[in-house]
């Protein structure tokens, strides 16, 4: 993949068949550590992301939906982490998200961007 083709960009990790919103909801601290082990870090978080919920495709259950801001690679590598983390009974998919719905995740990663480039210093 060429590394035009793999520039960051939204992407949603699907984790469905919860049959409520709290069970859902709960899953939200451990990935949340998953991504964040160490919360009271410096900013930039490694991939800025954050969490929605929606009904599953195929039934009634609920999804939660991880959005992240990143490569392709990198999301499936993220997805990975999450599936062995909520087992082998839960669905866990990655598509490309809506940067629309997700306008937190694209602006956090300028924001952040421009705050690793200020430490750096110019032209690095």
């Given amino acids: 993949m060429s590394p035009a083709e793999d520039q960051p960009r939204v992407y949603e990790i699907r984790i469905a068949g ?3 919103t709290q069970e859902a909801l709960a899953l939200q601290a451990p990935i949340e550590r998953l991504l964040c ?3 009271d870090h410096a900013p930039p978080c490694e991939i800025p992301w954050s969490f929605t ?11 939660l939906v991880l959005g992240v801001y990143t490569s392709s ?3 499936t590598r993220v997805a990975a982490q999450v599936r062995a983390l909520t087992g082998e009974g839960r669905v866990v998919a990655v598509t490309e998200g ?3 719905e997700w306008e937190e995740l694209v602006e956090q990663y300028r924001f952040e961007r421009g705050l690793r ?3 750096s210093g110019p032209g690095q």
């Fill in 117 to 119: 480039s200020e430490r």
């Fill in 37 to 39: 082990p160490d919360p």
């Fill in 18 to 20: 919860y049959p409520s």
């Fill in 98 to 100: 809506d940067a629309g």
């Fill in 53 to 63: 919920l929606a009904d599953s495709i195929d039934d009634a259950s609920t999804a």
């Fill in 73 to 75: 690679g990198r999301a």
